[in-house]
């Protein structure tokens, strides 16, 4: 809003120039939604124990240590959405047709996650919405998305799967990509929803992520550097950095008070809605493998439930890991919470690096 309202002054005030680089209105993005954050964040948690009372309920099977973190409140990804809702609505340029499609899918995810933990909390159980109703639910989001992004996307890019550390091998995967594309966002949605299972734990590799998928998607949309790097160039895939800076700005806000010991859980609300936003913007970069790349932790937290499903039915009931997710693994083996988070939080960083490496290493 600021852009379209004050960047056009520009040519009479000069400070207004500052509204058209999109540095600027990220680190604005940032700024405003970490500020939001400290401000509401104390009425959000009060707000949601006075109508949680028991907060999350706690699994049974899973570590000693989290039983004493009964009664903290959950749905706290509330918090999350209303800061990057605003934050971006101030800076982000209105007419962008990607911002639209990934702030729809954000909201929208979010609203699922909304629902699967109030589930949660008047069943008095772990387990929320039918598993296959949630996913058919955001299926259907996912592959609407994807159809309006291959209707902006130029000719040229439509439909194609870009491989990294490569500058020139690319697959033109036809009707194929609008599935392709839908399991990449619904994937990474359910992948960051599977890593939140600590305190603190989710939130650092999604502000990780965020951090280089804004610089991905400002190089991406700048056709000075797209060439410069070799990479392909997607007019207006920029304006998603200031949707990225705001993303990192609410994820800072929120680990303030989801630090070990929390004091409020994101919730499959927060998890779901930001693991979304960062499906989409891959497949609006056409970085959908960087991202299974810089979001290696996600991927390796997804493939420890799949492996442990799939040994637990090859053998009739025995386990690979003592736990799965694969952080409750090392919970069990007796890893501090705080251990695991912080190593998690380093690889992570490891993924991230390899990741952007791609942008330059062809």
């Not at 609008?178 to 960051?192: C, E, K």
Request: a positive charge.
């Amino acid at each position: 809003m600021l852009y379209n309202l004050l960047a056009p002054l520009g040519e009479d005030i000069q400070f207004f120039n500052l509204f058209r680089y999109l540095t600027f209105r990220a680190g604005g993005a940032m700024m405003t939604a970490l500020i939001i954050s400290f401000l509401i964040g104390p009425i959000v948690i009060r707000w949601l124990k006075s109508r949680q009372g028991a907060g999350q309920p706690i699994r049974e099977d899973g570590p000693e240590t989290h039983f004493k973190k009964a009664g903290t409140p959950t749905m706290g990804g509330l918090m999350i959405i209303f800061t990057v809702m605003l934050s971006t609505l101030l800076w982000v340029d209105l007419s962008n047709p990607y911002y639209w499609i990934t702030i729809t899918v954000f909201f929208l995810f979010g609203v699922i996650g909304f629902i699967d933990d109030y589930y949660k909390l008047t069943g008095g159980s772990h387990l929320g919405m039918p598993g296959k109703v949630r996913l058919l639910l955001e299926a259907i989001i996912g592959i609407i998305a994807v159809y309006l992004i291959s209707r902006i996307m130029p000719a040229g890019l439509t439909n194609q799967l870009h491989i990294p550390f490569l500058k020139t091998l690319t697959f033109n995967l036809g009707w194929f990509f609008l599935p392709f594309g839908m399991l990449v966002i619904v994937g990474a949605a359910n992948a960051v929803n599977l890593t939140d299972g600590l305190d603190g734990l989710a939130i650092g590799p999604i502000m990780i992520t965020s951090a280089c998928f804004g610089v991905i998607c400002y190089l991406i949309g700048n056709v000075i550097f797209s060439n410069y790097l070799q990479i392909h160039y997607v007019p207006d895939s920029g304006e998603l950095a200031v949707f990225c800076g705001a993303l990192l700005g609410a994820g800072l806000g929120f680990l303030w008070y989801n630090a070990p010991p929390a004091d409020v859980f994101m919730g499959d609300t927060g998890s779901l809605s930001m693991g979304g936003a960062l499906g989409v913007m891959s497949v609006v970069t056409k970085h959908e493998i960087v991202l299974a790349i810089i979001g290696g932790l996600f991927v390796i937290e997804t493939l420890s439930v799949i492996m442990q499903v799939g040994y637990f039915k090859m053998t009739g009931g025995k386990r690979l890991f003592l736990m799965a997710p694969v952080h409750h693994h090392y919970e069990k083996k007796g890893w501090a919470e705080t251990k695991v988070v912080m190593r998690f939080w380093i690889i992570s960083f490891i993924f991230a690096m390899i990741g952007m490496s791609s942008l330059k290493l062809r």
